[in-house]
Structure formats: structure tokens, C-alpha cells
């Protein structure tokens, strides 16, 4: 069986329900466009990123780059950019495999101190004249690895004999 109803006539609450939906919607003047505000919350993840880095003292990348952005390798082929990538989180074959094999760590053999990048890079007087022929004096991680990597990085590497270890 059906009844018809009469609409909302009658109703108060629907009679004002009825008078709301009439009126015309307000206007929102501060509109603003979706790519400013992805924008703007991608400013604020940057900034809150940047202060989680920064509590991080012991991250051996801090030395590399102590800002959060993107490193980019320029104009280097797949193997180079792989190669630069390993130098710049320190994890290469040469330094790490012993981890897969579950060896003893490797030690440099002028030094007898652990090998690890950096000292490969910056410390160690076995290679103190190819790193002065392709670097020059005073070289540091960040000059060797950072944003624009040393134009001589690779050829430091082939030279020294372990661009193919990395």
C-alpha cells in the first residue's frame, strides 16, 4: 500500500532545510590553486626532512651533503652513476663483501686500519700522488662526491686500479 506524503510543507526542520538549500552558496575568494598547495606542503615535508637529517650527527652522508635535495648525476652512464652512488653511501664490493661472505672486515694493507671510502679517497698515502695528479691538495668528500662530483673521480678510480671493485 502507498501514502502519498506532501513534501517537506509543514515540517519546520525541513522547511528550513528547504529555505538553506534555496540560498545561494557562499563564495570562497581564497581560492587557491592545487599546485601552490602541493607546493606548499612539500615546503613544509622538505623542512621537517631537513630537521630529522640534522639530528642525525652520526650519518657518515652528513659530510657528503648536509642539505636534503637531490644529488644528480650528470651526463654518467648506468655503471658510472652506479659507481658514484656506492662511493657516496660508502657500501662498495671492495669495502662490504666480506658482510656476504661473512669474513672479517677488509684492512688496508699500508695502514692495517679498516678499509672503508673515505679513506680510500681522502686518507690513505698509498695513493697520495694519483689523488694529488687528479685532485690537487686538500680534497674532501664533499669536493669528490657531492652535488657536481670531481671530473676526475672516475679516472682517480681506474687509475688507482678499483673502479672495477666498487
Known amino acids: 500500500m502507498f501514502c502519498w506524503i506532501p513534501g517537506h510543507s509543514g515540517i519546520i526542520g525541513n522547511e528550513m532545510a528547504d529555505k538553506a538549500a534555496r540560498r545561494p552558496a557562499t563564495v570562497v575568494d581564497n581560492f587557491v590553486p592545487l599546485c601552490d598547495a602541493l607546493q606548499a606542503v612539500k615546503n613544509q615535508l622538505?623542512?621537517?626532512?631537513?630537521?630529522?637529517?640534522?639530528?642525525?650527527n652520526q650519518n657518515k652522508l652528513h659530510e657528503i651533503q648536509?642539505?636534503?635535495?637531490?644529488?644528480?648525476?650528470?651526463?654518467?652512464?648506468?655503471?658510472?652513476?652506479?659507481?658514484?652512488?656506492?662511493?657516496?653511501?660508502?657500501?662498495?664490493?671492495?669495502?662490504?663483501?666480506?658482510?656476504?661472505?661473512?669474513?672479517?672486515p677488509p684492512t688496508c694493507t699500508r695502514c692495517q686500519c679498516l678499509l672503508y671510502v673515505k679513506?680510500?679517497?681522502?686518507?690513505?698515502?698509498?695513493?697520495?700522488?694519483?689523488?694529488?695528479?687528479?685532485?690537487?691538495?686538500?680534497?674532501?668528500?664533499?669536493?669528490?662526491?657531492?652535488?657536481?662530483?670531481h671530473p676526475n673521480l672516475l679516472h682517480f678510480l681506474h687509475d688507482i686500479g678499483i673502479y672495477e671493485h666498487i
Open 46 to 56: 622538505t623542512k621537517k626532512w631537513q630537521r630529522t637529517w640534522e639530528e642525525q
Open 66 to 104: 648536509p642539505m636534503v635535495k637531490p644529488l644528480k648525476n650528470y651526463a654518467l652512464n648506468r655503471k658510472h652513476s652506479i659507481v658514484l652512488n656506492r662511493l657516496r653511501i660508502g657500501h662498495t664490493r671492495l669495502t662490504h663483501k666480506f658482510l656476504l661472505f661473512s669474513e672479517p
Open 119 to 149: 679513506h680510500i679517497l681522502v686518507h690513505c698515502p698509498s695513493f697520495d700522488i694519483p689523488r694529488r695528479k687528479h685532485f690537487g691538495r686538500n680534497i674532501c668528500l664533499k669536493d669528490l662526491l657531492g652535488a657536481t662530483p
